[in-house]
């Protein structure tokens, strides 16, 4: 995939996985494209609310830049020789409802013939050249604010094996169906410099591209991690997905622990997402307001630690989970 490139239009490539690309929009200046595709496979038995939980899902990377979505592209995999049409019309109009939330047209799509459901969109956006989030702007001493609670893919497994409770699976599909927009607007209003949404990688792996993009460690307070209503339970009973394992092993070098190490939490911490919240990076000054005013627009904020300078014994990427319960 192509890295950054003045000469392409490339202001953000792939070179550190950000949430999606940004281009220089051809003959207008300050004024860039926000390019993005993204689909999952159901994570609730709604075809409606899965429909709309994959459509925050894709709108979500577009606001992690900073942007705001302006078009949308249905992608659709369906076995109609399984499942009747009825089915995908639920699941699209799961999206349209909420893309007419967010102001954002679906103007077409593609259909491919598929044995498993899947459902995105592929979203074109913008974002003023002042104002990009990328995974390069972190700074040392900034505060990283996340949006919402963690366990979504703890509590999709749960769902999934008939173990989740109702309140458990109605406050996951809450959280999954929220847009982003809100914490962009809070974000860009309290000088937020760099963001990432949680999403597949967890919020290890998502941080981790956010420290190798700006050459920084950091620290995380786990007491204030938030969590989804059950996933510390399911999490214990073992109710964890391949991916978030596959998460957990892949950034276990780059961690380093003090205090009593609880493995329920650090599974947590890598737990694969969907539509999960932002990860926000702001100065220490503006965090406290920052969480207040999320927290006051019905968001399950927190600051939840802070990024550091690299040392010998900390490198680029190093993530200190601190598990003491009383730091302040």
């Not at 309140?167 to 927009?181: D, G, I, K, W, Y």
Request: glycine content about 10%; aromatic content about 4%; proline content about 7%.
């Amino acid at each position: 995939m192509a890295p950054q490139d003045p000469q392409t239009g490339v202001l953000v490539g792939s070179e550190f996985s950000d949430d999606a690309a940004i281009v220089r929009m051809p003959g207008v200046e300050d004024r860039n494209l926000v390019l993005t595709a993204d689909v999952i496979a159901p994570l609730v038995d709604d075809p409606r609310g899965f429909g709309a939980l994959a459509a925050c899902n894709a709108l979500s990377d577009v606001y992690a830049m900073g942007g705001t979505p302006l078009y949308a592209l249905n992608l659709v995999f369906f076995p109609d020789d399984k499942l009747p049409l009825e089915v995908l019309r639920e699941i699209m109009a799961g999206a349209a409802e909420v893309c007419a939330q967010a102001k954002v047209p679906i103007v077409g799509g593609h259909t491919v013939r598929d044995p498993e459901i899947k459902f995105g969109l592929s979203v074109t956006g913008e974002v003023d050249s002042r104002r990009v989030w990328s995974n390069r702007n972190a700074q040392p001493g900034q505060h990283l604010v996340l949006t919402k609670a963690l366990g979504t893919g703890v509590v999709g497994t749960a769902i999934k094996q008939g173990v989740a409770t109702a309140s458990e699976s109605e406050a996951m599909v809450a959280t999954c169906c929220r847009l982003n927009r809100d914490a962009r607007d809070i974000g860009v209003s309290f000088g937020a410099t760099a963001c990432t949404d949680v999403t597949g990688f967890g919020l290890l792996g998502h941080l981790r591209n956010i420290l190798r993009g700006s050459d920084l460690a950091a620290t995380l307070r786990v007491a204030n991690v938030p969590w989804l209503p059950g996933a510390v339970d399911h999490a214990r009973h073992q109710r964890v997905p391949g991916g978030s394992r596959a998460n957990l092993q892949f950034v276990e070098p780059s961690l380093r622990r003090v205090g009593p190490a609880d493995p329920v939490r650090t599974i947590l911490l890598a737990d694969a997402q969907t539509s999960g919240g932002l990860l926000l990076c702001v100065d220490p000054s503006q965090s406290e307001a920052m969480v207040d005013r999320l927290a006051a627009t019905g968001h399950d904020a927190a600051m939840i630690g802070e990024l550091t300078p690299t040392q010998p014994d900390t490198p680029t990427g190093t993530i200190t989970l601190d598990f003491r319960p009383d730091r302040e």
